[in-house]
């Protein structure tokens, strides 16, 4: 089973990947400026259960793969490794986008913000692509159930998103106030969350040494 230094730096590697700009973020952040700290739970409520809609495609996908072919493991491994290089170059590449950039959004009623949160999750290429790119890096066929090690890896990236994004809905008025006052805050942001992506991605490619 997934060993507690691996769970560590996958814990890590979950909690920049969710503080980097995406829908997700977006929309929710969005939702509880315009429309209050409710809807912004509400919506992130919806965006959970995508969560766990890509969670099962990805687990069973992968566990079909793995059984299937042993080497796609390295295959694997590299496209996840090549995936956070680019998140790492989006996040600190001219132009940027930073996480407390929302946009307007009209009045919603709940059943609507919970599907909204829903599909925005869902049809997010950014989640998925984590699933299937970083989730093999620590699963080890040979150490049970490739199954239910996934279903143990989203339980905890889950519930790191879940914390995040509820933080930012609930302080996201006084933190978009205090970085709006300050680029320097928004440009540090990026460079952070771009260089550690940046070194997730090399200790991935890098073949672990016996």
Request: with cysteine.
């Amino acid at each position: 089973m997934t060993g507690l230094h691996e769970l560590l730096f996958f814990s890590l590697a979950a909690l920049v990947l969710v503080l980097t700009p995406g829908p997700n973020m977006i929309y929710c952040v969005s939702r509880a400026l315009c429309q209050g700290r409710a809807a912004g739970l509400l919506s992130l409520a919806g965006v959970l259960l995508g969560f766990v809609v890509h969670l099962m495609a990805a687990s069973l996908g992968l566990t079909a793969l793995l059984l299937a072919v042993p080497f796609a493991f390295d295959a694997i491994r590299l496209a996840g490794a090549a995936y956070l290089a680019w998140l790492a170059w989006q996040a600190v590449k001219p132009g940027g986008a930073a996480p407390f950039q929302p946009r307007t959004l009209p009045t919603d009623p709940p059943r609507r913000l919970f599907a909204m949160g829903f599909l925005t999750n869902v049809l997010n290429p950014k989640v998925a692509m984590f699933y299937l790119s970083f989730f093999p890096q620590f699963l080890h066929p040979d150490q049970g159930s490739v199954l239910l090690q996934s279903l143990k890896l989203g339980a905890i990236q889950i519930g790191i998103s879940g914390a995040v994004n509820c933080a930012l809905v609930l302080g996201a008025a006084g933190i978009t106030v205090f970085l709006s006052r300050s680029e320097g805050w928004l440009r540090a942001q990026r460079w952070v969350i771009g260089s550690v992506l940046a070194a997730l991605a090399v200790r991935i490619a890098l073949p672990e040494r016996e």
